[in-house]
Structures are given as structure tokens and as C-alpha cells.
């Protein structure tokens, strides 16, 4: 089913959708380590021949650029992938595991058993990589999947649409594309596992519709991660870690990332030194034409958004640089605003955006307190030197991942998960994570009936206790 419309038909041809993938699945067709491996090396031949269309429909949806969209998306994915072919065998053999002396003679395993037919529903801002990528965890688990892209991103979804339909077995991997009510009706299905990626307000429906069948879901939202910013002591340091905070906010689809720093904590002594090396590296880094380097914003309703978040009068009064708006081509050039008010909207809402607040404080180390005041964030930053400010930050506050003088990195390594804890969500993906997330591990236990204990059978008598 591979329509953008809301038709009342679209109920009908979901449960169609849905019926044919989960037959495909029944037939045991996925559960195949020839058919898990074909479908991986299927999606690798669609990044590498495709790679051209795939930037094409994200320069036409979030004006990135075409280096930009191959180190977010296309180059992280066949990544994934090729990670996923090497793994695969290993991945799929399950593990020993131990019985209790009592059990003699046994053996136990654990052996993961795909969970059967997966909805995988996600947002607009990377719209392959949080499609494909779940995707290859899905595939090399075994399950059969069905995909919901984010109708804010039209290009790319019906571009998704199009490469999957031309590329994977599409009896058991089916995009279904359409919007809030789509999705609604997407939800009424029952599904073996639910992966959602995207805020949290719909991550609670996603919840309550899953509760109906007790399906497990795997939540992957976002929230207001801030980067603790105290080097600005060593001019080495300094250059760097202005480079990647830049690169963190401004360089990734315009701040509009789940893991892009949101805002910025310093101590006030440094504040001033701080935005003038800011504006020094935006100059440096985006250039005269910063629109050729920067990402658009996604619509004219999240543009208003960011431009209501601006116009706050004590906030208007914090910009210290930018804060130019060219809604015709839903362009936001990069902005700092220096201490806007902690209850403005800014500092209370995800910006999602090239809106950069930078927070005063007087020591350092009131940053934990800080963070700690707010919702457990996805990512947290610290560019630091020092390592006691590290351990501190590390034991005393909570997020899915910490990062030291650099930021973004985490979400391409394969050998930790991705993931939020508490308001950033639950389950965790990117490399054997993302066959985990989509696998059941059973334990297949064997006996023998070579050795029997008479005690553990009833008739009970205090005699046996004494054993
Ligand atoms: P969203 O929650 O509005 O939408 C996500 C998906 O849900 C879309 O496909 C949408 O069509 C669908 N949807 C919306 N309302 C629905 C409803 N009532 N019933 C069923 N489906 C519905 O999120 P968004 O605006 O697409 O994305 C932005 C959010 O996603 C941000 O909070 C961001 O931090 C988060 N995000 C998280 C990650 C991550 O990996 N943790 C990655 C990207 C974005």
C-alpha cells in the first residue's frame, strides 16, 4: 500500500497490508538466514545505486546538502548494513547457558526468535536513516516490517517508497505512507513489536494503542540536550570544540535533530569570550551564503513555531546574534541568545532548530543541578579538560549517552546502543541492538531421563526438607 492519501479505503488496505506481510511471516520465508542476508545485501545495492535520489529528495525536503545528507544518512546506513552482513551468523546462533546441578544431566540455550510483524513508524528529519536503519534490525531478526515515514517529509517518503518497492521483498517489507490519521489507523493493527521514533506527545498514544494488545514498543524520542561548554582556557581546545558545537547544532539538518545540542551552559565569566568565538567559527564554518551550508526548516508551521519561540519579548531582547528569518525560503540563519529567561519557551519546549541559547552560571559545576532541573535529556555534551567535572557529570545526572568534547558521534557507532532514559525514551538500537530490540531470546532447555531425583515430587514429608 504505497499511497499518500486519508481515503477511507486506506483502513481496508492497511489491514490488506498488514494480513499479507504477517502471512509472508507465517510462512516462515523471513526466518531464513538466506532471505535475512539477500534482503541486507538488497538494501546495500539500494544505497549505493541510489544514493543520488535519496539526496536529491532530501535536498527537495529539508535543503541539505548533498555531503551533509551522505554523512547522516546514506553513509551511516551502509554502515549499518554491512555491519549487519558481518554479524548476521553470529547474531542468529544464540548462546550456552547453564542449568542448576539439580537439572543433571541438561543442556540450556538461548536462541533469538524474530518477533514476527513489526510496525516501524518515524519522523521527518532523517527520513531514511530512521526508517532503514531500524529496518536492518528488523531484517536481520527475521521479522516482516511495515514502515510509516513522516508525511512531513514527501519527497523522501514517496522516494522510500518507490526504492523499497524496487528493491525488497515486498511481500514481507511494506512502506505504508500518509499522515496523522494513517498513522491512527496503523496503530488499531496488532503488531509484534512497535518502534516509534518521535515526540514524545504521540510517543504516549503510540504507548496506549500498543497497551490494547500488550505490545512491546520501543520508544525513540527527544528532548533538550545541553552542552556544558568550560574550555575556554587552552585556544587549541577552544577552535576545536567550537567546530563540532556548531557542527552539532547548525550543521545537522539545522539543529532539527533529536541529538543536536539545544543549549548551552557556561560560566558567566566566560560567557562574552564565548559568543565572540561562536560568531568568529559561524562565519568561518557557513561562510557569506550560509543557505548552501545550513538546512531549511521543514515546514511553514515548524518555521512559525521557531519565530513564536523568537518573539517573546525577553527572549527578542537575549539575541545576541542572527535572528534573521526568510520565511520564503523557511530559512533561519544561525542565532544566539544569551540567557534567555529559564521559563521562556526556548528553554522550556525542544527548539528543534538554529536557536541557540547559552545559559549563564556561576561555577561549572552548577550545571549538574542544572540539567538535573529538567526532563532526563537524550544526549548530554561537556566540553571539558577537566577530569573531576567529567566523573561528576557522568555519576550525577542521567541521559541516554554522555559525550566529552564532541557530540552527534554517538548515534553512528555500532558497538553501543542508541537510545533516551526516562522523557527520551525506552529500547535501544544501532548495531546487535537493533537485532536485539526486534528479537525474542527463548531458552530451549533439554533434560535426559537418565537421572532422577525423588525429592523434588510430592507426597511432601519433613524428610525431604532435611536433604
Ligand atoms: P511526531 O511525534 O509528531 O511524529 C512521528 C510520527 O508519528 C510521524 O510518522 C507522524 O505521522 C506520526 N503521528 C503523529 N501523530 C500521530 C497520532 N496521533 N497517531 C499516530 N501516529 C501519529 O514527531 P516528529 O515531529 O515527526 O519528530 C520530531 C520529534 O521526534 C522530536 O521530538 C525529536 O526529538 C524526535 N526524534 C527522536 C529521534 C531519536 O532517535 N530519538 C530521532 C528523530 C526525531
Redesign the pocket.
Known amino acids: 500500500m504505497e499511497s499518500q492519501s486519508h481515503s477511507s479505503d486506506d483502513t481496508t488496505m492497511i489491514a490488506e497490508s498488514v494480513r499479507e506481510v504477517r502471512q509472508t511471516f507465517s510462512s516462515g520465508k523471513t526466518r531464513e538466514e538466506s532471505w535475512r542476508r539477500e534482503q541486507l545485501k538488497r538494501l546495500l545495492s539500494l544505497l549505493l545505486e541510489r544514493e543520488d535520489d535519496i539526496c536529491r529528495a532530501l535536498g527537495q525536503d529539508l535543503g541539505k546538502h548533498h555531503v551533509e545528507s551522505y554523512r547522516d544518512e546514506v553513509g551511516p546506513l551502509i554502515k549499518s548494513v554491512n555491519y549487519a552482513l558481518q554479524g548476521l551468523k553470529k547474531w542468529m546462533a544464540g548462546r550456552k547457558a547453564e542449568l542448576p546441578l539439580a537439572a543433571f544431566p541438561a543442556s540450556a540455550q538461548l536462541v533469538p526468535e524474530p518477533l514476527g510483524v513489526v510496525l516501524i ?6 527520513p531514511f536513516g ?1 526508517c532503514l536503519e531500524p529496518l536492518v534490525g528488523a531484517i536481520a531478526a527475521g521479522n516482516g516490517a511495515v514502515i ?5 517529509s514527501p519527497v523522501s517518503s514517496s522516494v522510500l517508497a518507490e526504492l523499497v518497492h524496487a528493491y525488497l521483498d515486498t511481500t514481507a517489507i511494506k512502506i505504508v505512507q ?3 490519521s ?3 489507523q ?2 488499531q493493527q496488532k503488531w509484534d513489536k512497535i518502534f ?8 504516549r ?2 504507548m496506549t ?1 500498543a497497551a490494547r494488545n500488550l505490545t512491546p514498543v520501543a520508544l ?4 533538550k540536550c545541553p552542552a556544558v561548554v568550560d574550555v575556554l582556557s587552552s585556544s587549541w581546545d577552544q577552535k576545536i570544540a567550537m567546530k563540532r558545537i556548531l557542527s552539532a547544532k547548525f550543521g545537522t539538518c539545522a539543529g ?4 543536536a545540542i539545544d543549549y548551552i551552559l557556561v560560566e558567566k565569566k566566560f560567557s562574552s569570550t564565548l559568543v565572540e568565538l561562536l560568531k568568529t567559527a559561524i562565519f568561518s564554518m557557513f561562510g557569506e551564503n550560509q543557505k548552501e551550508n545550513i538546512a531549511r526548516i521543514i515546514n511553514k508551521s515548524h518555521f512559525s513555531r521557531l519565530r513564536n519561540l523568537l518573539n517573546e519579548p525577553m527572549v527578542t531582547n537575549s539575541i545576541v546574534h542572527g535572528g534573521w528569518l526568510d520565511e520564503d525560503n523557511l530559512f533561519i540563519e544561525p542565532t544566539l541568545l544569551l540567557d534567555p529567561p529559564v521559563n521562556s519557551g526556548i528553554m522550556s519546549e ?1 527548539i ?1 532548530g538554529p536557536l541557540l541559547p547559552i545559559i549563564t552560571l556561576e561555577r561549572i559545576e552548577d550545571s549538574i543541578e542544572f540539567i538535573n532541573s529538567m526532563p532526563r535529556p ?1 544526549a548530554i555534551y561537556a566540553f571539558t579538560n577537566s577530569e573531576g567535572l567529567k566523573k561528576k557529570l557522568s555519576s550525577r545526572t542521567s541521559s ?1 549517552s554522555i559525550v566529552f568534547n564532541d557530540a552527534i558521534i554517538q ?1 553512528v557507532a555500532d558497538s553501543f546502543p ?3 532514559v526516562g522523557e ?2 525506552f529500547g535501544r538500537y544501532h548495531g546487535k541492538f537493533s537485532f536485539e530490540v526486534f528479537s525474542h531470546e527463548k531458552v530451549i532447555a533439554r533434560r535426559s531421563f537418565l537421572v532422577d531425583f525423588w525429592f523434588r515430587y510430592p507426597p511432601w514429608n519433613d524428610h525431604k526438607l532435611q536433604l
Open positions: 513508524m518515524s519522523s521527518w528529519n532523517f530512521l510509516k515515514p513522516s508525511e512531513l500518509g499522515g496523522v494513517v498513522g491512527e496503523l496503530l516509534f521514533t518521535g515526540g514524545a506527545k504521540v510517543g498514544v503510540v494503542a525513540e524520542l527527544g528532548g532539527q535533530a533529536c541529538i525542544e528543534f537524550l541516554g548515534y542508541f537510545g533516551g527520551s525514551g
